[in-house]
Structure formats: C-alpha cells, structure tokens
C-alpha cells in the first residue's frame, strides 16, 4: 500500500449516498494511485458500505466497490481528519425541496451544502479544490466561497461545479462511459488551475474531448436544464397518452413515428404512470423557482406545467383503476407489483407508486406490494416525508397495506394487478398460475406498457394500459 505521500492525489467525498458512493467507487477504480475517502456522518450508512451488503441497489457496483476497498477505497465517519489529508474536498448530500418557508415546495435547501462548507472551513488547515456534485441552485458556488473565504487561517480554496448526470440503475455504466463531464469553476489562473487538477482526474478514462469545462454559473444550471428537459419529454408524451386512449390511437406506435426523426430522437418517448425519482420533480421545482426569483413569470409557469401533467398523470392512473372496478374498490385486495421509481433501484424517492398506494388507500382499498429491492421501512419513510401519511396519523396503515416477499402470494385473491415498475421479472412470471387464483373479473392495469397484453387478454384478463386503446371500447381497431 501507498503512504499518504505517495498517492497522486487525495480525494474526500462528504455524503455516501447515491451519488458520492457510485462516483467515489468509479474514480478508485479508475484511478489507482488516486487515494479515495468517502465520508458520512451516519455510522449505519459507513457500515453497511464497509459490509457485504451496501446501502443501495445498483447493478454492478458490488465488484467495483470489492474490487478497490482497502486498497485506494475508503469509507470513514472521521470527515475532520479526511478533510485535512485530501487536496480536493466532493460534497455530495441531499439537497431536498424545501418544505417550510420561503420557496416551499419549489426552491431546493442548501442546509447540507451550507453545513458541508462550514466543517471545511472550520477544519481545514491547508489550501483545498472543493467541489460541488449535488445538485444546487445557480450561484449556490458563490454562498459555498463566502463561507469557506471567512476561516481564520488564511487557507485558500477554490469552488468547482462537477454536477452528476448518472442514472440510477445505469450508475456504473453511465459513470464509467459518460456522455460529458461538466467541470465549471471561477475564470482566474487559480479556478482554471482547479479545473485543471479536476479534468486530470477523470482523464484517466475520459476522452478529453467528452471533459467540458465551462463558467461555474453555467455548470450549476445545465444540470437543472438537462433533467427539465427530460422530465419535459416524459410529460409531453404522457399528455399524449391521455388522448391516445381517448381516440384510440396507440401511444407506443405514435412515440415510434415521432421517434424516427432524427432531430427528435426516441429516448424519454416512453408513455408511463409518471416519472419519479430524487431529480427530475426537484430540479423543476428549482427551475421554477429561480424563474421567478428573476421575475420570469411565464417561463416560471412553462416548467410548471412538466410538473402538473406528471401529476395528472399519476392521478389518471389511480381513477382508472376505480373507474374500470366498477367504480369501487373498498375492501378489494389489489396488487402492487413494483414499488421503486424505476427498476434495477431500489430508490423511491417520488415513486408515482407511492401516489397511487395513497389514492387508493383513500379509496379503503387492501393493498398488497412486492417489489424485489424496496424495504417496507423505505416505503413509508418516504410516505410521510412526501405525502404526511405515517402510523401516527394513519394507524389503520399496517392492516391495509401487506408487503410480499412472493408476487404470487400478492396476487393471491387479488381483484386486480397494477404493474407500477418495469422490473424485468414481472414479465416473466406464470400469469395463467397467477389468473386461477384471482378474483374475476381479473384486471390488470399497466403502468409502464412492458406486458404482453395480447397474451394476458387470451389467458382471460381484463388489460387496461397507459396511452393503449380499450379493445372493449373500440370496434373499429
């Protein structure tokens, strides 16, 4: 092993969540004389990333973490003394939508970042590159440098912007094959010389001409644009759907023809119950909110409307299902098959799962999840941070919401399945096995259009999707 002055460069990352595990993991990888620390303040958190069994489901990053822990890979809840020993200091922690105050429910709150920089001033004792990698509000760099800049050590730092544009369930891929690195930092000898000591970072793997180096300002709002852009083309065919389903057209073979154009594309053209997830809603939200801090009132209410339709959407799913039972579903067992945002996660940060659950809940339906990663404990963490539905407020909750370790003991008696996440496994399942022990008629409601409705149709279900047309609806398909 190397002794701290023979490594290239030391790395400290605060936050070891879904970001700073996966990107700290990659840069030891790919970086093997490059000493890598990831901190938190959570002993769990550093535990279970020092164990057999880490804090988050991401495909393949179990054999890179194995592969470098130990070696150039660290995990540590002694941030004061990693602060001291790195040259560049990666903040990485939650930066969740504010709640209370001014900007609630739109702008983001930089508590956690504000805090990170404290630490770093109050302990560093030598010149430090610090980085921004959550995702903040445009000029969050600026707040970051007025408080490193009032230490009284006369120690120096520049502020860089380095926004993640990973996908959760695709981290490892992505990180390891991005389509660019964004580095934004101060244009003065000093930033551009961290930008420098940055870019040689991931060098070791990224072609150079992928590295982008820009002002910070720009940096901090082109990871804000790139996922309001995502998010918009989520929407835009969602809102398709609805008419899809109204004339019966199908959605799928609309985002086929729209998708052949080249100056469109076909990612994002995929018709769902909505999107979720920790980004997309906040980094709107935020957008929003910067525009109309800047009096931009119409370009504040144009990115609004991303947000209103994803929540349309959501809420269309919900009165379909009520609406096709035969306008109830009070004391009808229905399973959830699918609980994280997306598959190969276990996230559910915003999951249009969770919105679903609580309409019909309201509805005094009996619900029965399974979902292959999501914890019970995870479910209604969430719940009550985004919705306010918790035990204390809602003690008939445990009795009306099972969650499964088997889908086909959720399926069991079920009246209806509502496929909400596109696990591969779900189309893989024994769906004649899982008909016969139904209640009838048997519906299933697909959220995420990944089941072969033609073959569930002949087995004798009653297939009601998003943006398909009703077979029963129309004669002349």
């Given at each position: 092993?190397?002794?701290m002055s023979?490594?290239?460069?030391?790395?400290?990352?605060?936050?070891?969540?879904?970001?700073?595990?996966p990107?700290?993991?990659?840069?030891?990888?790919?970086c093997p004389k490059?000493?890598?620390?990831?901190?938190?303040?959570?002993?769990?958190q550093?535990?279970?990333?020092?164990?057999?069994?880490?804090?988050?489901?991401?495909?393949?990053l179990?054999?890179?973490?194995?592969?470098?822990?130990?070696?150039?890979?660290f995990?540590?809840?002694?941030i004061?003394t990693?602060?001291?020993?790195?040259?560049?200091?990666?903040?990485?922690v939650?930066?969740p939508?504010k709640?209370?105050?001014?900007?609630?429910?739109?702008a983001?709150?930089?508590?956690?970042?504000?805090?990170?920089?404290r630490?770093?001033a109050?302990?560093?004792?030598?010149?430090?590159i610090?980085?921004?990698k959550?995702?903040?509000p445009?000029r969050?760099?600026?707040a970051?440098?007025?408080?490193?800049?009032?230490?009284?050590?006369?120690t120096?730092?520049?502020?860089?912007?380095n926004?993640?544009?990973?996908?959760?369930?695709?981290?490892?891929?992505?990180?390891?094959?991005?389509?660019?690195v964004?580095?934004?930092g101060q244009?003065?000898?000093?930033?551009?010389?961290a930008?420098?000591?940055l870019?040689?970072v991931y060098a070791?793997?990224v072609?150079?001409e992928?590295?982008?180096t820009?002002?910070l300002?720009?940096?901090?709002?082109?990871?804000l644009?790139?996922?309001?852009?995502?998010?918009?083309?989520?929407?835009s065919?969602n809102?398709?759907?609805a008419?899809?389903?109204?004339?019966?057209?199908?959605?799928?073979e609309?985002?086929?023809?729209?998708?052949?154009d080249a100056?469109?594309?076909?990612?994002f053209?995929?018709?769902?119950?909505?999107?979720?997830?920790?980004?997309?809603?906040?980094?709107?939200?935020n957008?929003?909110?910067?525009?109309?801090?800047?009096?931009?009132?119409?370009?504040?209410?144009y990115w609004?409307?991303?947000?209103?339709m994803?929540?349309?959407?959501?809420?269309r799913?919900?009165?379909?299902?009520?609406?096709k039972?035969?306008?109830?579903?009070?004391?009808?067992?229905i399973?959830?098959?699918?609980y994280?945002?997306?598959k190969?996660?276990?996230d559910?940060?915003?999951t249009?799962?969770m919105?679903?659950?609580?309409?019909?809940?309201?509805?005094?339906?009996?619900?029965?999840?399974?979902?292959?990663?999501?914890?019970?404990?995870?479910?209604?963490?969430?719940m009550?941070?985004?919705?306010?539905?918790?035990?204390?407020?809602?003690?008939?909750?445990d009795?009306?919401?099972?969650?499964?370790?088997?889908?086909?003991?959720?399926?069991?008696?079920?009246h209806?399945?509502?496929?909400?996440?596109?696990?591969?496994?779900?189309?893989?399942?024994?769906?004649?096995?899982?008909?016969?022990s139904?209640?009838?008629?048997?519906?299933?409601?697909?959220?995420?259009?990944?089941?072969?409705h033609?073959?569930?149709?002949?087995?004798g279900?009653?297939?009601?999707?998003?943006?398909k047309?009703?077979?029963?609806?129309?004669?002349?398909?």
């Amino acid at each position: 092993f190397l002794t701290m002055s023979e490594w290239d460069l030391q790395i400290c990352c605060m936050g070891a969540g879904y970001v700073g595990g996966p990107t700290m993991a990659i840069i030891a990888k790919m970086c093997p004389k490059i000493r890598v620390v990831v901190c938190d303040i959570s002993q769990n958190q550093i535990d279970k990333w020092n164990s057999d069994t880490l804090p988050i489901y991401e495909p393949g990053l179990p054999e890179v973490v194995d592969s470098c822990r130990g070696k150039n890979l660290f995990f540590s809840t002694d941030i004061k003394t990693e602060i001291n020993n790195c040259d560049i200091i990666f903040i990485s922690v939650n930066t969740p939508t504010k709640t209370k105050g001014i900007g609630a429910g739109r702008a983001a709150n930089i508590k956690n970042c504000e805090l990170c920089a404290r630490t770093i001033a109050e302990v560093a004792t030598s010149d430090k590159i610090v980085v921004e990698k959550s995702t903040v509000p445009v000029r969050t760099a600026q707040a970051i440098a007025r408080v490193l800049q009032c230490n009284d050590k006369g120690t120096k730092f520049q502020v860089l912007s380095n926004p993640e544009f990973l996908a959760e369930g695709t981290a490892v891929k992505d990180l390891m094959a991005p389509d660019r690195v964004l580095i934004g930092g101060q244009q003065s000898p000093e930033g551009l010389k961290a930008a420098a000591t940055l870019v040689s970072v991931y060098a070791n793997w990224v072609p150079k001409e992928q590295i982008i180096t820009t002002n910070l300002w720009s940096s901090e709002l082109s990871k804000l644009v790139a996922n309001a852009f995502l998010a918009q083309r989520v929407s835009s065919i969602n809102s398709i759907s609805a008419l899809c389903e109204a004339t019966g057209a199908d959605v799928s073979e609309i985002s086929r023809a729209v998708g052949k154009d080249a100056r469109i594309g076909s990612k994002f053209l995929n018709a769902s119950v909505g999107f979720g997830g920790s980004c997309f809603q906040k980094d709107i939200l935020n957008l929003v909110y910067l525009c109309e801090t800047y009096g931009l009132d119409e370009c504040a209410a144009y990115w609004n409307q991303v947000i209103l339709m994803n929540d349309y959407q959501k809420k269309r799913f919900s009165e379909k299902v009520v609406a096709k039972m035969f306008n109830t579903v009070t004391g009808k067992k229905i399973a959830m098959l699918g609980y994280a945002f997306k598959k190969d996660t276990g996230d559910v940060r915003e999951t249009p799962s969770m919105f679903v659950l609580r309409d019909l809940l309201q509805e005094q339906a009996k619900l029965h999840i399974y979902d292959p990663e999501v914890t019970r404990d995870d479910m209604w963490s969430e719940m009550s941070y985004t919705c306010g539905i918790n035990h204390e407020n809602t003690p008939e909750l445990d009795s009306a919401v099972t969650t499964c370790t088997d889908p086909y003991d959720a399926c069991d008696g079920a009246h209806a399945i509502l496929v909400l996440t596109e696990w591969d496994e779900f189309k893989s399942y024994d769906y004649k096995k899982i008909f016969a022990s139904m209640a009838k008629p048997a519906f299933i409601f697909d959220g995420r259009n990944t089941m072969d409705h033609a073959a569930l149709r002949d087995i004798g279900f009653e297939v009601h999707a998003i943006g398909k047309p009703d077979p029963m609806a129309f004669t002349d398909l």
